[in-house]
Structures are given as C-alpha cells and as structure tokens.
C-alpha cells in the first residue's frame, strides 16, 4: 500500500510540472527514502510516465503524435537539473551559449558548460554529451542561467564581432523583464562586456 502511495504522490506531482522540466532523484527526497523513490521512479518509466534521460534524472513523458517518438530531452534543462542537484552555478561555454541564445545554428558536438562545481562528463541517455568545466569566475558566480548564458554569449563572440544585428537576435530570447535583470546583474562583469549589455 505504502510503495503505490509514493508512486501516486509522484506521479501527480510530475503530472503539474513543464513537459521539459528534469528532475533528479533528490527532487523527491521529502517523499520517502531512496530506494523506495529510486523504485517509485522505476516503475513510472516503465509505465512510460516518465522518460530517464541520465542516471538518476527523469523528465514528464512527452510523446509527439506528429514526429511518432518521444520529444528529446532540452541539454540546457538537464544542466540545470544537475546545477540544482549539486548546489552549483553554471553557465553555458562557448557555442553552446551561442546555440542558445539563436547566435548560430550549429549544434554542438559536446554542451560545454562552466561550473563552480567539480569536472563532470553527463552522457544522456541519447549519447549526447554535457562537459562541466570547473571554473571560478566572479562574472557568473550567484547569477541566474539567462544572465550568465548572455554574459558568456557575449564573451564567446568577442569585443569587435557584436553589431546590431547580433543584439537584436539576444533582444528576441529575452523579456523585457528578463532583460533588465541581466543589466543588473551583470554591473560586475568587464567593462566591454557590461558596456554591452547596457546597449541591449
């Protein structure tokens, strides 16, 4: 009786979350111990309530009718997934914060990203790779993903590649709302990259 009530807690809980949403195994820590959660979990996959997307982290079923599968986990969503689980901060390197914020198209091979946390290789269940890379940097460090991601958008592309087209692409991923915590905390950031965030 107990082992289906935490399956039902569970799965009533998932069953309000974002299709995209990921959660890890501590996410349901306060419903019982580990291994019953860990057997819990087992089964809502097998019931197809649930998809593994990498050991110990889950995200709600999302079947497309239209494509015939399952809609692939979002990387940047598992990022944040293993950032929560660990009590990291990260922000997205290179091309893959370009990827995310539309500044190119290319896909990457493997998602870099850079962490206070400890190096770390995640391979989804998909095959698809994401490299933590420990890093203390001031200019990310208690910020939140969006204002990180344009911080090192910015950095990625460099002081004399960013023109009004490339700040117009950053304005479209962004709200208004969204837009005005970056400025604020991004005031200690470098100077040419502040500089140009006051211009979005």
Request: proline residues 2%; glycine residues 4%; hydrophobic residues 35%.
């Amino acid at each position: 009786m107990k082992k289906n009530n935490i399956q039902e807690r569970i799965k009533n809980y998932i069953e309000k979350l974002p299709r995209n949403k990921v959660c890890s195994t501590t996410s349901f820590r306060d419903f019982d111990n580990y291994d019953a959660v860990r057997k819990a979990l087992s089964r809502l996959t097998k019931e197809g309530k649930l998809l593994r997307v990498a050991r110990g982290f889950y995200k709600p079923s999302e079947y497309s009718e239209f494509l015939g599968e399952e809609i692939a986990v979002d990387p940047a969503e598992v990022a944040k997934a293993y950032a929560c689980a660990n009590q990291w901060t990260i922000a997205p390197f290179g091309d893959t914060a370009l990827n995310l914020l539309g500044l190119t198209t290319q896909v990457p091979a493997v998602y870099e990203y850079v962490s206070d946390g400890r190096y770390m290789v995640v391979v989804l269940t998909d095959g698809r790779k994401i490299e933590f890379k420990h890093k203390t940097n001031r200019e990310i460090s208690g910020k939140n993903f969006i204002t990180a991601t344009v911080i090192e958008a910015i950095n990625a592309m460099g002081k004399d590649k960013i023109d009004d087209s490339v700040r117009e692409r950053i304005r479209r991923k962004l709200t208004k709302e969204e837009l005005k915590i970056v400025k604020k905390e991004a005031s200690t950031s470098r100077n040419w990259i502040y500089e140009e965030i006051i211009k979005l």
